[in-house]
């Protein structure tokens, strides 16, 4: 227990910092951060289908995932999502040319992209999250790590909600241990996160939306969180896996420190465009 726990500090003092200072420098190595760790999270995802006996196009799928982050920087997030149709052609066409009509080609093919477009269409919209609306590189990393805070938050008082209060199962067959408490308990504390980050951390983004705005903000992060968790985990139990990999000692696959973010991001990113 004491060793899990000691990996689990180490990982995190050398990530935090890294994820920090890649953020506040914005632009391309911000971006360029995103692109690999969509590409390493689709790899995670095809070693989980291949678990179950799935073919999975590794190198198009982390290419085509990597490239929404980098797309949204240079092209912008409505034009970045033009590659998808291209990615279709070519990944249809990778798997019929590469494997034989009994290998499922066509089934293959669907999975990566699905993947690809789940992993680095959602992470990307954390470029316009970090370039749009701020006016400094400090500003533009404190409204990214909005919805990585609050997300936060939203985990652990749903733990330590479920803990206390929790009788009755959210979902029983995708994730047991997680309670109907729990959840009310996330849904609490993101609206209580919210406001506090926007008139603490924040408070051009108080000014802007007011207690109103910074509360249903909170409300979508927290929703969002917890569904991105929940699809996650319907994932691993279609699969067969306990965690995404190894890869992160102590806190398991990448995609398991990324499930939640995975909707959280592009739910804080939509409502701001809208509201802000």
Known sequence: MASDLGQRLTVAAIGIPVTVAVTYAGGPLFAAGLA???AVAV????????ARGDRFLYV???????????????????????ITLAAIVLLVGAATLRMAPAERPFQAAALTFTAAVY????????VPLRERFAVSALEGTLFFFLPVALTWLADTAAYFGGRAFGKRQLSPVISPNKTVEGAAAALLAGPIGAVFYG???????GSSLGVPGLLALGLVIAAAATIGDLAES?????????????????????LDRMDSLLWSIPAACVFLLVFL
């Open 36 to 38: 690999v760790l969509s």
């Open 43 to 50: 790899w995670e995802i095809g070693r989980m289908l291949a």
């Open 60 to 82: 198009p799928g982390m290419v085509l995932a990597a490239s929404y982050p980098l797309a949204a920087l240079y092209l912008g997030s409505a034009d970045a999502w033009s």
């Open 119 to 126: 992993v680095g269409g959602l992470i990307s919209f954390g």
């Open 199 to 205: 008139f603490v951390v924040l408070p051009r983004l």
């Open 234 to 254: 319907a994932l691993k139990r279609e699969c067969g896996v306990k965690d995404s990999s190894g890869l992160l000692p102590g806190h398991g696959g990448l």
